[in-house]
């Protein structure tokens, strides 16, 4: 079975912060994803990446930078944490190729409070 | 700009009872489309997708969905649901060239004893 993991279940920080959500996958797939999800609002895509240093803008990118340094591996960073990123952040990852591509794979997320 | 519209934000239903959970999606290129649902506390999972083929694409816990490309819809139906069914699910879109996936903003199912 694909697992993706996140670093955290939860995490409270401060105004201003710098903060990191590691995510990581073991199965091999070229794309990852950094989605945040608020009530009403369903999903929405922060960053993706197709390839290792690769980085695409989703449909929120202000306020967020990502890092693939490796192909397991996506990194999620808030340069300076505001209230109003307060939210639960989910990673996920897919296949580009083959029968199950484009699946996505979705880790347990991460429920950022920031006060 | 393609988007995915899922119109009923909550929808209750009778146990036992048929459910049909409405998408639309905007796009003029080929697109993949995908059902996901998410139980209470509980991460995302894929529920069916529709690559090619067959429009008509099912489940293994009896969930069904059509792809309409005329209408550009992909309802997901089921004629009998369970307690177990009660969760939010989201419709999402891919489109044959891109490489990302656009999900519309989730519909909760609420089961009625």
């Known amino acids: 079975d694909v697992k993706v993991t996140q670093s955290s279940r939860y995490l409270v920080k401060r105004t201003g912060e710098k903060v990191f959500l590691e995510c990581v996958q073991d199965?091999?797939?070229?794309?990852m994803f950094w989605y945040r999800q608020d009530p009403g609002l369903g999903l929405r895509l922060i960053y993706f990446?197709?390839?290792?240093?690769?980085?695409e803008k989703g449909d929120i990118p202000e306020g967020y930078s990502v890092s693939r340094e490796k192909k397991e591996r996506f990194s999620l960073i808030l340069e300076s944490a505001s209230t109003n990123q307060t939210s639960m952040y989910l990673c996920?990852?897919?296949?580009?190729?083959?029968?199950?591509?484009?699946?996505?794979?979705f880790g347990p997320g991460t429920r950022l409070t920031v006060t | 700009a393609q988007s995915v519209t899922q119109l009923d934000s909550q929808v209750p239903v009778f146990e036992e009872a048929p459910v049909e959970l409405r998408c639309n999606y905007s796009?003029?290129?080929?697109?993949?489309l995908f059902w996901y649902v998410q139980y209470p506390n509980q991460g995302l999972q894929l529920l069916l997708k529709y690559l090619s083929g067959s429009t008509l694409v099912e489940s293994i816990n009896g969930f069904e969905a059509e792809f309409n490309k005329s209408q550009t819809s992909f309802h997901l139906r089921k004629p009998s649901v369970h307690i177990s069914d009660t969760a939010e699910y989201f419709c999402?879109?891919?489109?044959?060239?891109?490489?990302?996936?656009?999900f519309g903003k989730g519909t909760r199912l609420h089961i009625l004893p």
């Open positions: 996920a990852s897919s296949l580009e190729s083959g029968p199950r591509r484009y699946e996505q794979y």
């Open positions: 199965m091999d797939h070229e794309n």
């Open positions: 999402a879109v891919r489109r044959n060239r891109d490489d990302k996936i656009i």
């Open positions: 796009s003029s290129v080929s697109v993949y």
């Open positions: 990446s197709y390839d290792v240093k690769m980085k």
